[in-house]
Structures are given as structure tokens and as C-alpha cells.
């Protein structure tokens, strides 16, 4: 079974802190991402990394940076937390590029409370 | 890019009828159309998915319909049970890239 591990499930910050948010996965695949989760908006991607050292911008990655050292682990980080980075976290990963990507596995997410 | 519409955002069925969610999606080049739920507390995870070669796709209880033409998919779950009362999301991933666009979810409560 494919296991994506966050290292958190809850997280309480204060503003202007820098957050950092770790996923780790163990089926050795290429490709891994980063989505934030609000109500209503479902799932939205703010990075993705299709090989160690490799990052690519989703669709909101302002505020957000992403670092990938090895291929087993993806870090998240807020360079300095606001109020408005209060969300749950979702890290997923997946094998193969392009239309050979297979689908997506997810962790179990990080609530993370930014005061 | 893509653009993924679905709906209802809530659905509330009697157990044993049936549950119907639908998502339609913006560019033709979609060609991978997962379907995840989500349980209270956890991550997604894939429960059908369907590629643009095929019309349907069933699997137990649930089935998968794609539609190229009117460019909409859509999950059925027949028989409901209380367990299966979670958050549905669709997605679509465009031909060649790796990005998954997702729907903004169904919340279906079976009631018992």
C-alpha cells in the first residue's frame, strides 16, 4: 500500500512565523504536490515537484515556498504566516509524467491554525 | 487550463437510493477523470476513475459515466449505505501534464 505521511495533523502558528510542513512518502514516486483545502473551494495545488530538486508553481503559490532534497520528501513552507494561510494542508504524490502519471495518493493533511 | 465544475455541493439520500454527482470540465485535452472521497479527519482517496477511451466504468456499488462529447462525468452510487456519507471530489488531468484540476465537492449524507 502506497503511505504518504504528514508530520503534523494539527498545527497552531502565530503571524510572521515561518511554518514549515513535511510529507514524506514511500512507493518511490516521481511526482508530489502540495494542495491547500478550504470549504467550497475543494482542492487547490500550490506546488509541485516532478523530481528531487525540481519544483513547479500551481495554481496559488504566493506566500508559499517548496523545497524537495529527496525524492521520498516534499517540505512546505510559509515564510512568514498570515491569517489568511489558516487551512487544512494536503500532501499527495504520484508515479509516471506526463500522460503516464498515475493518480494521486494523499496524506492525511495538516490543519493548520494561523492566530 | 482546466476548469472543473461540479455538483451538487450537498446531497442527501434515504439509505438504499441512489446518489448522483456531476462534474463537467473545460478543455478537451482532459483525458483522466479520478473520483476521491473523503471521510471526516482524512486525506482523499481514489475510489473509481475513468479514462477518456472508455464510456463507463462500474465497480461494486459505484460507476463512473463520461461524456467526451458534452465534456461532463459522473459518479452513481447505487444502494447507499451510511458509510458512505463522506465528501466526493472529481478531478481532470489535461493530456501530457501533471496537474490535476479538482472539483469543489459533494458532502452526501445517507441518512439510516
Known amino acids: 500500500d502506497v503511505k504518504v505521511t504528514q508530520s503534523s495533523r494539527y498545527l497552531v502558528k502565530r503571524t510572521g512565523e515561518k511554518v514549515f510542513l513535511e510529507c514524506v512518502q514511500d512507493m518511490d514516486h516521481e511526482n508530489m504536490f502540495w494542495y491547500r483545502q478550504d470549504p467550497g473551494l475543494g482542492l487547490r495545488l500550490i506546488y509541485f515537484?516532478?523530481?528531487?530538486?525540481?519544483?513547479e508553481k500551481g495554481d496559488i503559490p504566493e506566500g508559499y515556498s517548496v523545497s524537495r532534497e529527496k525524492k521520498e520528501r516534499f517540505s512546505l513552507i510559509l515564510e512568514s504566516a498570515s491569517t489568511n494561510q489558516t487551512s487544512m494542508y494536503l500532501c499527495?504524490?504520484?508515479?509516471?509524467?506526463?500522460?503516464?502519471?498515475?493518480?494521486?495518493?494523499f496524506g492525511p493533511g495538516t490543519r493548520l491554525l494561523v492566530l | 487550463g482546466e476548469n472543473v465544475e461540479q455538483h451538487p455541493s450537498t446531497l442527501s439520500v434515504q439509505e438504499g437510493d441512489s446518489a448522483v454527482i456531476k462534474c463537467t470540465y473545460s478543455?478537451?485535452?482532459?483525458?483522466?477523470f479520478p473520483w476521491y472521497k473523503q471521510e471526516l479527519g482524512k486525506g482523499p482517496q481514489l475510489i473509481i476513475d475513468?479514462?477518456?477511451?472508455?464510456g463507463e466504468k462500474k465497480d461494486q456499488r459505484i460507476a463512473v459515466t463520461l461524456n467526451k462529447t458534452a465534456k461532463h462525468f459522473s459518479l452513481h452510487i447505487t444502494e447507499t449505505q451510511p458509510e458512505d456519507s463522506a465528501v466526493y471530489f472529481c478531478?481532470?488531468?489535461?493530456?501530457?501534464?501533471?496537474?490535476?484540476?479538482f472539483g469543489s465537492g459533494t458532502k452526501l449524507n445517507v441518512k439510516p
Open positions: 499527495a504524490s504520484s508515479r509516471g509524467r506526463g500522460f503516464r502519471q498515475e493518480t494521486q495518493y
Open positions: 515537484s516532478y523530481d528531487v530538486k525540481m519544483k
Open positions: 478531478a481532470a488531468r489535461l493530456y501530457n501534464f501533471n496537474k490535476f484540476y
Open positions: 478543455d478537451s485535452a482532459s483525458n483522466y
Open positions: 475513468i479514462r477518456s477511451n472508455v
